[in-house]
């Protein structure tokens, strides 16, 4: 079942490293968002694959806007 990953914080997306299509492993880093001069992984909390990748890098996010759409293996 297709599931969405969401920022945990105001933040810019830094750098995106899937796209979509991509069969990633539980924790692999899907994204690094920036903050207070900080970076923060996001990584995928289940092995799966990555349906739709919602942002671009230099967006800026808001705490639960959805960065991407993930199916669960």
């Not at 979509?20 to 880093?29: I, L, R, S």
């Not at 092995?47 to 960065?67: H, M, R, Y």
Request: proline share 4%.
């Amino acid at each position: 079942m297709a599931e969405n990953i969401a920022s945990d914080m105001a933040a810019n997306v830094w750098k995106i490293l899937v796209s979509p299509g991509d069969v990633v492993e539980e924790d692999d880093t899907l994204l690094i968002l920036e903050a207070m001069k900080m970076e923060i992984p996001v990584t995928a909390d289940d092995a799966g694959t990555v349906l739709e990748v919602l942002v671009a890098e230099g967006d800026s996010v808001g705490p639960g806007q959805n960065l991407f759409t993930f199916e669960s293996e």
